[in-house]
Antibody, heavy 119, light 108 residues
Framework: QVQLVQSGAEVKKPGASVKVSCKAS????????ISWVRQAPGQGLEWMGW????????NYAQKLQGRVTMTTDTSTSTAYMELRSLRSDDTAVYYC????????????WGQGTTVTVSS | EIVMTQSPATLSVSPGERATLSCRAS??????LAWYQQKPGQAPRLLIY???TRATGIPARFSGSGSGTEFTLTISSLQSEDFAVYYC??????????FGPGTKVDIK
């Protein structure tokens, strides 16, 4: 079945970096994009950025420009999201989601990865 | 940046009743709008895309309408499993996306 499986929970200190992985299975990885979405405790959904698994093109949310990098490894059907210079307000559940393209939504989601930033 | 707003913030509904949720965009997004359902401790689930097309496996009691700046998600007869938070999301200026703040549907 189509699924996205994310890496495990992380605890980081302020100023550190975190890299979350998202392994796809059950579909042709390069036929879709991947969006990353985060959710702070008790808050709503925040779109972080998108990457094309076909050609690696990216588009990041303006507020995260310069701190976030999204990449893919097509040999392992895995997407990665790295966030640098972590702050306490980066504490959140981070989701990857399959993006169906310009006419659709995010139809398959990972289980989420909890990132806690604390000194 | 396109800003999405949703109303009401919380909607209290009895099982079997109809629920109507609203979403508004700060500028036209045509029909490039999706709706998601999220239950506590779970990832969101795609319900509707293209403003009115149900995603695979979504029950017919969920329907979406609207275009431009005004959209509605209707749940015709609320079931116990429908109590959740609902988010709208625009993808008109793809691949830049924006979510609304959400509407919580709880039991009256």
């Amino acid at each position: 079945q189509v699924q996205l499986v994310q890496s495990g929970a992380e605890v980081k200190k302020p100023g550190a970096s975190v890299k979350v992985s998202c392994k796809a299975s059950g579909y042709t990885f390069t036929s879709y994009g991947i969006s990353w979405v985060r959710q702070a405790p008790g808050q709503g959904l925040e779109w972080m950025g998108w990457i094309s698994a076909y050609n690696g093109n990216t588009n990041y949310a303006q507020k995260l420009q310069g701190r976030v990098t999204m990449t893919t490894d097509t040999s392992t059907s895995t997407a990665y999201m790295e966030l640098r210079s972590l702050r306490s307000d980066d504490t959140a559940v981070y989701y990857c989601a399959r993006q169906t393209g310009p006419v659709g939504g995010m139809d398959v989601w990972g289980q989420g990865t909890t990132v806690t930033v604390s000194s | 940046e396109i800003v999405m707003t949703q109303s009401p913030a919380t909607l209290s509904v009895s099982p079997g009743e109809r629920a109507t949720l609203s979403c508004r965009a700060s500028q036209s997004v045509s029909s490039n709008l999706a709706w998601y359902q999220q239950k506590p401790g779970q990832a969101p689930r795609l319900l509707i895309y293209g403003a009115s097309t149900r995603a695979t496996g979504i029950p017919a009691r969920f329907s979406g309408s609207g275009s431009g700046t005004e959209f509605t998600l209707t749940i015709s007869s609320l079931q116990s499993e429908d109590f959740a938070v609902y988010y709208c999301q625009q993808y008109n200026n793809w691949p830049q996306f924006t979510f609304g703040p959400g509407t919580k549907v709880d039991i009256k």
